[in-house]
């Protein structure tokens, strides 16, 4: 867990503990993520971050911090259980319910400027990464960095979840985390994500494949704009590795679907 006055760097931002908050850059679309936390707060969901206070704090936002480990290389011993994965499944079909009904502003800007709401979309969390999951004591604490948050698909977000927490991802990139081990097969892991979230795990495969596409897509937009994260996953030759990724799971559907 990150330390009290230590900082740390992510994907898009340098954040930085000051006692129970974290304090993170103040981004054009913060605001709109802010409403979004606030939505969450007033329903009772838990396990996100509280928005606290009412502006930027030196050009920071402030909120809550969640105490437990955050799913690193190696990933915590809870997350390569099946208790991690199904409570990730849990977690997800909660947070769709709790914002089901959430309407953003009509001023809401996001982290892609192409992005806009219209009936029938989700608030997606958007970067739903092992490395966005907290854990303690073997149970889910919740989920946090929410700067990519999205209007989008609710299967998309599922999808994701599985790329990253399954993980639908190349073997030495599996064996990164730490499974592979004794772990339950990936197939295994896959449904026990889906059934705990209320999906058929082929239509999640699809979404991901269409969800890869996006992301290489968005990549070749935004990066060469400057709009990060998306200029550091261009100069980092990410489309090649998520092309990849994507044949590979295209190439283990069935066996991910339990027909090999």
């Known amino acids: 867990m990150i330390q009290d006055d230590e900082s740390m760097r992510g994907g898009l931002s340098t954040v930085r503990r000051e006692g129970e908050t974290i304090l993170r850059p103040w981004r054009v679309w913060t605001p709109a993520v802010r409403e979004l936390l606030r939505h969450l707060e007033q329903v009772g969901f838990a396990g996100v971050p509280r928005a606290l206070g009412d502006g930027p704090?030196?050009?920071?936002?402030?909120?809550?911090?969640?105490?437990?480990?955050?799913?690193?290389?190696?990933?915590?011993?809870?997350?390569?259980?099946?208790?991690?994965?199904?409570?990730?499944?849990?977690?997800?079909?909660?947070?769709?319910?709790?914002?089901?009904?959430?309407?953003?502003?009509?001023?809401?800007?996001?982290?892609?400027?192409?992005?806009?709401?219209?009936?029938?979309?989700?608030?997606?969390?958007?970067?739903?990464?092992?490395?966005?999951?907290?854990w303690a004591d073997d149970r889910l604490v919740g989920v946090i960095d929410w700067d990519l948050a999205i209007p989008g698909e609710a299967l998309d977000d599922l999808a994701q979840l599985a790329w990253y927490s399954v993980p639908l991802r190349l073997p030495d990139r599996q064996r990164r985390v730490g499974y592979g081990a004794g772990g339950a097969p990936l197939a295994r892991r896959l449904r026990l994500l889906c059934d705990a979230y209320g999906a058929d795990p082929a239509d999640v495969l699809d979404a991901l494949a269409r969800l890869q596409c996006d992301e290489t897509e968005r990549i070749a937009r935004l990066g060469p704009l400057g709009a990060d994260p998306w200029a550091a996953f261009l100069r980092q030759n990410f489309i090649p590795d998520i092309e990849e990724e994507r044949a590979w799971a295209l190439a283990q559907r069935e066996e991910l679907l339990g027909h090999a």
């Not at 050009?59 to 690193?72: F, K, M, Q, Y």
């Not at 390569?80 to 809401?108: E, I, K």
């Not at 970067?127 to 966005?132: A, G, I, R, V």
């Open 57 to 134: 704090v030196d050009g920071h936002e402030v909120v809550s911090l969640l105490r437990g480990e955050v799913g690193l290389y190696p990933w915590p011993r809870a997350l390569l259980a099946d208790g991690g994965v199904t409570a990730l499944g849990r977690w997800l079909r909660d947070y769709h319910d709790a914002v089901r009904d959430f309407r953003p502003s009509s001023q809401a800007v996001w982290c892609d400027p192409d992005a806009r709401w219209r009936p029938g979309l989700i608030m997606r969390h958007g970067d739903l990464t092992s490395w966005n999951s907290v």
